[in-house]
C-alpha cells in the first residue's frame, strides 16, 4: 500500500487497527509487523506533518533499550546524543547535578521526536507495513463485540470503515479513541494552573546541560535539540497566545531568568516554533475497554515538565504488542488483561514525578497567579486566624517548601539519587 492511499473504500479490514502515527503507534506497527500480525495504521496528517511535528527531544534509557531490542534504534545511536548533566539557577545560588552518575548511573539520549518517528516510519514501509495517511478516525464503534469497526473520514471527506479485531488508539489526547470511550469512563485530571511558552530557537545549545532557572518573574528552561536547534521555555500567565511576545521580549525574559549576566550570553537565534503548553495531568482509571486499547498520550498525559510522555508511549506501545501477538497468534489473554494495571504503575509513577517537578520549577506567585506571598502576623500561639491568614500565607508556606526542595536537592546525596533515577526512569 502506497502512503497516499486513503480509507475511502467501503470497508476494510485488519486485525488490529492502530489510530495515529506518533511513538506510540508506529513502534506498536513495528513491533506487530515483524511478528506477522496484520495490522494498518491511520494517521489524519500527511506524511510532511507527521516527519516534521517537533515535540520531545529527551528519550530515557528504557526507551533506547525497548527501540535496541527491535532493531529500531539505529537512527538514535547514529545521530543521537547521550546526556547526564542538568543545572539548577536559583535565586539562591547555581548548581549542576551530573545525573548520569547518580542513581541508577543511567543517561538520557537527545533525540527529536520527529526524527524518531521518521526512522519508526521509515522502518514500518520498509517492512510492507500498512498505513493511510490523511485518513481520520471519526468514531470506534462496537468495542465491547468481536468486531469493533473504526470510522475514518479522508482528506476529501469521503467516509470509509476499517473493521477489526482490536483497536489500538494511540491518536493523542483528543483523538477518536478517547472520543469512543464509554460515558462513565473515570479519568483523573489536574491542571496545575501552569502555562508554558515551547520554543524552538534556531541556535546551538548555550550550555553543556540541561538548564532550569527558577526566578521571581518565572520558570525559564533551556534544553539541547541539535548542535543547531535549542528548546527554550518561559513560563507564562495562562491564557497568554502564543505570539503574544515579541522576539526582542522573548530574549530580554531568557536572559534575566537564566541569569546571562552571571552564567554568560544565550544563543537566541531565529524562533523557528512557538506554542503555549498549558500544564495538565490526565489519566483515564484503565486502558482497556473491551476491543480499544488505549497507549500514549491517549491513555495518559503527563504534564511535559518531566520529559515523560514520549516515553510513556515506547514503554505502552511494546508492552501493547506483546499482550496482542500472545493473544492473536497463542489464544493467550492474560497480557491483554493485564495491559491496563502494568501501564499505570509506570503512568502513575511518571505523574507522580512531573507533579514533583512542577512543585520544584514553579513558585506560586508566578506569572499569572495574582498571588501574594507574605507569613502570618499575629500571636505565635493557637491556629492562625483572623485577617492576616489566607491565600498569601498559603502562598508563602508553599514558597518556603519549595526552596527547602531545591535545598535537599542541592545537598543530599540521597535526594539526588532519587531524583536521577526518577528522572532517566520509566
Ligand atoms: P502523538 O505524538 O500526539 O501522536 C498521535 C498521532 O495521532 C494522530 N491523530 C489521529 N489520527 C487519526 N485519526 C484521528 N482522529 C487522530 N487524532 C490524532 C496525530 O496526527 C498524531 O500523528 O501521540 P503519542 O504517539 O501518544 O506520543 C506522545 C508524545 O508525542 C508526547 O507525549 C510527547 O511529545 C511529550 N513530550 C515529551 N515527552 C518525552 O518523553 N520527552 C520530552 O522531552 C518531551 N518534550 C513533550 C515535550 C511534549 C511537548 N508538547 C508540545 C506538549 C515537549 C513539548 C513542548
Redesign the pocket.
Given at each position: 500500500m502506497t502512503e497516499r492511499q486513503t480509507g475511502r473504500t467501503a470497508q476494510q479490514t485488519a486485525d488490529v487497527v492502530i489510530?495515529?502515527?506518533?511513538?506510540?503507534?508506529l513502534t506498536l506497527g513495528n513491533l506487530l509487523r515483524a511478528a506477522g500480525i496484520d495490522c494498518v495504521v491511520?494517521?489524519?496528517?500527511d506524511p510532511e506533518h507527521?516527519r516534521t511535528?517537533a515535540?520531545?527531544?529527551?528519550?530515557a534509557a528504557n526507551t533506547v533499550r525497548v527501540l535496541d531490542r527491535h532493531g529500531l534504534a539505529d537512527g538514535l545511536h547514529r545521530h543521537g546524543k547521550p546526556h547526564g548533566t542538568c543545572e539548577f539557577r536559583t535565586e539562591d545560588g547555581s548548581f549542576r547535578l551530573d545525573y548520569g552518575a547518580l542513581g541508577r548511573r543511567e543517561l538520557h539520549t537527545v533525540y527529536p521526536?520527529q526524527d524518531l518517528v521518521t526512522d519508526l516510519l521509515t522502518h514500518y514501509l520498509a517492512a510492507g507495513g500498512r498505513i493511510a495517511f490523511e485518513?481520520?478516525?471519526q468514531a470506534v464503534e462496537g468495542i465491547d463485540g468481536p468486531a469493533p469497526t473504526v470510522t475514518v473520514r479522508d482528506a476529501e471527506g469521503r467516509p470509509g470503515h476499517w473493521r477489526a479485531r482490536y483497536v489500538a488508539g494511540?491518536?493523542?489526547r483528543?483523538?477518536?479513541a478517547r472520543r469512543s470511550l464509554p460515558p462513565d469512563t473515570r479519568r483523573y485530571h489536574r491542571d496545575h494552573g501552569v502555562s508554558w511558552l515551547?520554543l524552538l530557537a534556531e541556535a546551538p545549545p548555550s550550555m553543556d546541560a540541561v538548564g532550569y532557572a527558577m526566578h521571581p518573574d518565572g520558570f525559564a528552561g533551556h534544553m539541547a535539540r541539535t548542535a543547531d536547534v535549542t528548546r527554550y521555555y518561559l513560563q507564562c500567565a495562562p491564557g497568554t497566545p502564543a505570539d503574544a511576545w515579541s522576539e526582542e521580549r522573548i530574549r530580554t525574559a531568557l536572559d534575566r531568568r537564566l541569569r546571562a549576566d552571571e552564567h554568560g550570553p544565550l544563543h537566541h537565534g531565529r524562533i523557528l516554533h512557538r506554542?503555549v503548553?498549558h500544564l495538565e495531568s490526565d489519566v483515564l482509571d484503565r486502558l482497556r475497554y473491551g476491543s480499544l486499547l488505549l497507549?500514549?498520550?491517549?491513555a495518559s498525559l503527563p504534564a511535559?515538565a518531566a520529559?515523560?510522555?514520549?516515553?510513556?508511549?515506547v514503554l505502552e506501545a511494546e508492552l501493547l504488542a506483546e499482550a496482542l501477538i500472545d493473544e492473536l497468534q497463542r489464544g493467550d489473554a492474560r497480557a491483554l488483561d493485564g495491559y491496563s494495571a502494568r501501564c499505570l504503575t509506570h503512568i502513575w509513577r511518571a505523574q507522580e514525578f512531573a507533579h514533583w517537578m512542577i512543585q520544584l520549577l514553579h513558585s506560586p506567585v508566578g506569572p499569572g497567579s495574582g498571588a501574594a506571598v507574605g507569613p502570618v502576623v499575629g500571636p505565635a500561639v493557637g491556629p492562625a486566624v483572623g485577617a492576616q491568614a489566607g491565600p498569601a500565607e498559603e502562598s508563602f508556606f508553599h514558597e518556603a517548601m519549595r526552596r527547602s526542595r531545591v535545598e535537599s536537592l542541592r545537598t543530599s546525596r540521597t535526594h539526588q539519587d532519587w531524583f536521577a533515577e526518577n528522572y532517566v526512569g520509566i
Open positions: 489510530l495515529g502515527a506518533g511513538p506510540a503507534g491511520l494517521e489524519r496528517a507527521v511535528r515535540r520531545a527531544g529527551f528519550l521526536q485518513t481520520e478516525a494511540c491518536d493523542g483528543h483523538g477518536a515551547a506554542s503548553v497507549a500514549g498520550d491517549a511535559p520529559a515523560k510522555g514520549a516515553n510513556l508511549a
